[in-house]
């Protein structure tokens, strides 16, 4: 009978930051704060995880306050409407030359659905000071943000647009064991997010 293993976010080491183009010639960063998710994987190498990633979308910060409450509001995620940016795994690849894995998964913002690719490189496995199991993973990606609406822009006098459209997103992600449990009786679980987490 297989095992499965659930592993939860070390949200003390792990980020999520995007960046985006800004005045055709530099970019902006941010990040998000406040996120959970649940991952069961039967094997150690992770091929065959299932992930339920959830981002508290009000957790936003670029560094500026004033762009903060503006992105929080209509114009991009709507925070109080959507309160959660999630990400549901259906595909993991196997690795390539380099190691690096394809997930393919459904990225859902303001309520919009999309499917989307990222690259996984698989950092490995390790037990830290305390004897916890750990696992590592860098994530990589870039999707359009108008793909979900996302579109208020500005033009700006010499052309062209004040915010690109491109995101990239880039993730580190240090995982804990938190044990196994019967895949016969696996269901999945319906979870909140720790607001008080990432503060």
């Known amino acids: ?14 980020e ?16 998000f704060k406040v996120f959970d998710a649940n991952i069961y994987t039967t094997e150690r190498d992770f091929m065959t995880a299932e992930i339920d990633l959830r981002i508290d979308s009000s957790s936003i910060i670029t560094g500026d306050l004033k762009r903060d409450e503006h992105l929080k509001g209509d114009d991009f995620f709507d925070a109080k409407t959507h309160k959660q940016i ?9 690795p390539d030359a380099h190691g690096n894995h394809e997930l393919w998964g459904e990225l859902t ?11 996984v490189q698989f950092g490995g496995i390790i037990n830290d000071a305390s004897g916890n199991e750990k696992a590592g993973f860098t994530v990589t990606g870039k999707i359009k943000r108008s793909d979900w609406e996302l579109v208020w822009n500005t033009t700006l006098e010499a052309g062209g647009l004040m915010i690109g459209d ?4 880039s993730c580190e992600m240090e995982l804990t064991n ?12 319906e979870t909140t997010i720790d607001h008080e987490a990432g503060r």
Do not use: Y
């Not at 009978?1 to 792990?14: A, C, F, G, R, Y």
């Not at 913002?109 to 690259?119: W, Y």
């Open 16 to 31: 999520i930051t995007f960046k985006v183009k800004h005045l055709m010639i530099a970019h902006v960063k941010g990040s």
């Open 166 to 169: 491109e995101i990239v997103i």
């Open 178 to 189: 938190t044990g196994k449990k019967d895949l016969t009786m696996h269901v999945k679980e």
């Open 86 to 94: 999630t990400f549901k795994s259906s595909t993991i690849g196997k």
């Open 1 to 14: 009978m297989k095992n499965e293993t659930k592993w939860l976010i070390d949200q003390s080491h792990s």
């Open 109 to 119: 913002i303001k309520g919009i659905t999309k499917n989307v690719k990222f690259d």
